[in-house]
């Protein structure tokens, strides 16, 4: 297990200026990053996973991200058996407020213990800090424009009307 290897995992459902801040800054941390789309068991999800795979994907090839990053999905149990499937010793998470502290950290103590792999926690860019997916959902369910808050592969097709939760 290298602590080299990070991944970064989450609902994106969908994916935010906000992920793609932290996933930017991970690759430069990081000698390979995988980007995990991963079936979070605790929300209802608005869009499919391989569709959040697919915007995740184009998301990444139209940004500035470079470095070794490979956009994955998992769905066939704990996050921690992907990690330790390609060999990463850390997960990389994005903490905007207290709330996410107090969401975040039984999740790193309970990974840690499962499969000795560490949490590494990024602050958000200012720009982004108060972003989130939910509140996205919320917008784009109710007719809004959401092209400040996520990459334009996301605003094309949430303006579409292409949702197919
Ligand atoms: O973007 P989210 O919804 O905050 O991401 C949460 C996610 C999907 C990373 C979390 O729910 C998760 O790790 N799910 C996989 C199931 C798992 O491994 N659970 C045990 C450790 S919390």
Redesign the pocket.
């Known amino acids: 297990m290298s602590n080299r290897i990070a991944v970064v995992?989450?609902?994106?459902?969908p994916p935010t200026l906000g992920h793609l801040d932290v996933i930017r800054r991970a690759a430069g941390l990081y000698d390979q990053l995988h980007v995990?789309v991963?079936?979070?068991?605790?929300?209802e999800a608005m869009l499919p996973i391989a569709q959040r795979l697919s915007l995740l994907e184009q998301s990444i090839a139209e940004s500035d991200i470079d470095g070794d990053v490979v956009v994955a999905a998992?769905s066939m149990?704990?996050?921690?058996?992907y990690a330790t499937d390609v060999g990463a010793g850390v997960?990389v998470?994005g903490i905007r407020s207290q709330v996410d502290v107090a969401?975040?950290t039984?999740?790193a103590i309970?990974?840690r213990h499962?499969a000795h792999v560490e949490t590494v926690f990024l602050l958000p860019d200012p720009a982004h800090a108060l972003v989130s997916?939910s509140l996205v959902r919320q917008v784009a369910s109710l007719g809004g424009d959401v092209s400040p808050f996520v990459p334009p592969a996301v605003a094309r097709f949430l303006d579409t009307g292409n949702r197919s939760a």
């Open positions: 995992p989450g609902s994106f459902d995990l991963v079936h979070n068991p605790g929300k998992w149990g704990l996050l921690v058996d997960l998470k969401y975040e039984p999740m309970v990974n499962l997916s």
